[in-house]
């Protein structure tokens, strides 16, 4: 095992939420370690914005370099990326530059919490990558209210119907807020 390269792993230095990605949930070894978590450069070996970002300029994000953004980032390649959570790297940079990379941390700590939970409790095997893309794309006061959904649901259910009804309730959420999310992943 490698060292870990950076102290937050869960946010990647290009911004994009490594813990709300279901390869971060993956077991063997396609599992991803987050941003210059252990391991990192055997699975990444050519990430430039985490040499840039990390190994030159010592940052953990790159909302914290003087020049972002820089052309590593072309907004209408990253907004046309298939990968869904790519859409939320402006949006984190532009609130770690506002408020600070420890209070991004802590509110990626409720994603973080509110995904492990539905994961642990309501996967039904195919369900992860839909949890892991709206965990990382709801806003928090939708994710709360997701949670104290499944919080309340009937210990009766099946496991299926619980599933059921969480994907239904989020898919609810999503219409209320108009967000994009994939649902059949």
Same mark, same amino acid.
């Given at each position: 095992?490698?060292?870990?390269? %950076?102290?937050?792993?869960?946010? #990647? ?28 450069? +055997? ?29 590593? /980032?072309?907004?209408? %390649? ?15 940079? +532009?609130?770690?530059? %506002?408020?600070?990379?420890? #209070?991004?941390?802590? &509110?990626?700590?409720?994603?973080? &919490? ?5 994961? +642990? ?11 892991? &893309? ?14 104290? /959904? ?13 599933? %059921?009804?969480? &994907? ?11 967000? +994009? ?5």
């Amino acid at each position: 095992m490698t060292e870990q390269l %950076k102290k937050y792993p869960v946010i #990647a230095a290009c911004g994009i939420d490594c813990a709300l990605c279901p390869r971060f949930y993956t077991s063997g070894p396609s599992r991803c370690p987050g941003c210059g978590g252990p391991d990192f450069k +055997e699975k990444h070996p050519s990430c430039g914005i985490l040499n840039c970002c990390v190994l030159k300029q010592g940052l953990e994000v790159c909302a914290q370099c003087r020049e972002f953004p820089c052309i590593r /980032f072309e907004p209408e %390649k990253i907004l046309r990326d298939s990968f869904v959570t790519h859409q939320k790297i402006f949006p984190n940079h +532009e609130y770690i530059q %506002k408020n600070g990379l420890p #209070a991004f941390l802590e &509110r990626q700590e409720f994603r973080i &919490r509110t995904l492990s939970f539905l994961l +642990e409790n309501f996967d039904d095997g195919r369900s992860k990558a839909f949890y892991c &893309r709206n965990c990382a794309l709801l806003p928090l006061q939708q994710l709360a209210e997701i949670r104290d /959904f499944a919080t309340g649901l009937p210990s009766s259910l099946t496991a299926k119907e619980k599933n %059921k009804r969480i &994907r239904s309730f989020i898919m609810k959420a999503k219409d209320a807020t108009e967000t +994009e999310l994939i649902v059949n992943v």
